[in-house]
């Protein structure tokens, strides 16, 4: 199957130009203004832009949390990706408490076999190495393609680890090149604050944020920065909020450290105020780390647009509003922490970053999907266009208005963190290794056409697939 993508404004992170995009064997065969080439299928990308597929590394799908297991498997979480534009995620395997990061593989790897809509690959979240899992076993991953560690600093009692643990990782992933990803919050004293507030009787949504103040993530991203660089590993700061954050990533990173950070589309938009919402709506802003004080969606704008975090990713970790979240109706510390999101990164990025000045597009596309694809081994076969990557393509209109709404998402969540937003500009065609993924607003793609993707190590190229053509 061939397809020619005609006249429509190329852009990457490196080029903004007017060209033609010809599709051959899942992959870009040519790029050239006024291509000669017979396709099976010519699409008219006039007027609209032709971007990279977005690449989101930090999901959660079919993930068993909080007491109950996120509403999106993979099926529903990667439709809801693909109808955003996002082609490529990378999910968190949890390393259940005592078992071998094999089995969790073997676990995780059986919840998408058949269902997937686009192409995935894994991160190991160690939580154990007491139980099954050892170092020795961490250090394979690497070579099966699992290049990143992540480490909870926070969730005491469930999902959070001790120093000497996320010390021990780093040194492993410092011996094997792997990315260390860290959630950053001060898990202890939290973990005082919230007992403390609910013996006062302190139990409305709001409390999730009073309870888990800055200052808790500004210790916990230092003391990772800190311990990184006497591990001698690469760091990647997931879900960065807040000023008291972002500072001594600035810090580490004018000191040529080896860190990165990322922050979520909610951060920019959602803010403390939406969890006093009467009638426990403040509930379906319960995602840590929380909602902040406005004046921080200034300070992650300039971060993004200074290069002091270079991802935006969307941690979706969807919940039922009604049924999920609602276990914590009468104590915040029990609900579900989490929020959809990775349908609406592109929508959102595109209207109050590009159409609002704050960024550019070629910024635009770096955030979503060329920096994300190089720091986790994707890149240049996701996140760029390029001769040779993958055809994972969106053809997007940027007049096309849309309403946001959980009415019309593909979540299976209950509600929208933008609920009624209108945003100008919305995706047409959406292409997975130049399969028709979305088009007209319709799925048009079967489950099973997504492919579990060998990432290589952070730095290094991921080559180009060896199809079937290629191979012969
Ligand atoms: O509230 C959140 N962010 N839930 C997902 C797990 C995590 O901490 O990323
Ligand atoms: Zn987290
Ligand atoms: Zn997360």
Known sequence: ??????????????????????????????????????????????????????????????????????????????????????????????????????????????????????????????????????????????????????????????????????????????????????????GDAIHVLVEQALAEGKTEPKYHALTRPPETEGEATNRAIQLAHVAGCKLYVVHVSCRESVEPIARARQQGWDVWGETCTQYFFVDYTFLERPNFEGGKFVYTPPPRAKENQDVLWDAVRDDVLSVVSTDHCAFLWDGQKTLGKDDFSKIPNGAPGLENRLHMLHEFGVRSGRISLQRLVELWATNPAKYFGLYPRKGTIAVGSDADLVVFDPEKPHTISAATHHSKSDYNLYEGTEVTGSPEVVLLRGHVLVENDELVAQPGVGEFVKRARFGEELAPKQTAAAQA
């Open 1 to 186: 199957m061939s397809i020619l993508i005609k006249g429509g404004r190329v852009i990457t992170a490196d080029e903004d130009k007017i060209a033609d995009v010809f599709i051959e064997d899942e992959a870009v065969a040519e790029i050239g203004e006024s291509l000669d080439r017979a396709a099976d299928r010519t699409i008219d990308a006039n007027g609209k832009y032709v971007l990279p597929g977005g690449v989101d590394p930090h999901t959660h799908l079919d993930m068993p949390f909080g007491g109950t297991v996120t509403i999106d498997d993979v099926e529903s979480g990667q439709t809801s990706a693909a109808f955003g534009g996002t082609t490529c995620h990378v999910d968190f395997i949890i390393q259940p408490q005592g078992s071998s990061f094999a089995d969790a593989v073997e676990q995780w790897r059986g919840k998408a076999n058949g269902k997937q809509v686009i192409d995935m690959g894994y991160h190991m979240a160690v939580t154990d190495l007491k139980g099954g899992g050892t170092l020795e076993e961490l250090a394979t991953l690497p070579d099966q393609g699992i290049t990143s560690y992540k480490l909870f600093m926070a969730y005491k009692g469930a999902l959070m680890v001790d120093d000497e643990t996320l010390f021990r990782v780093m040194q492993v992933a410092a011996e094997t090149g792997a990315l260390v990803m860290v959630h950053a919050e001060n």
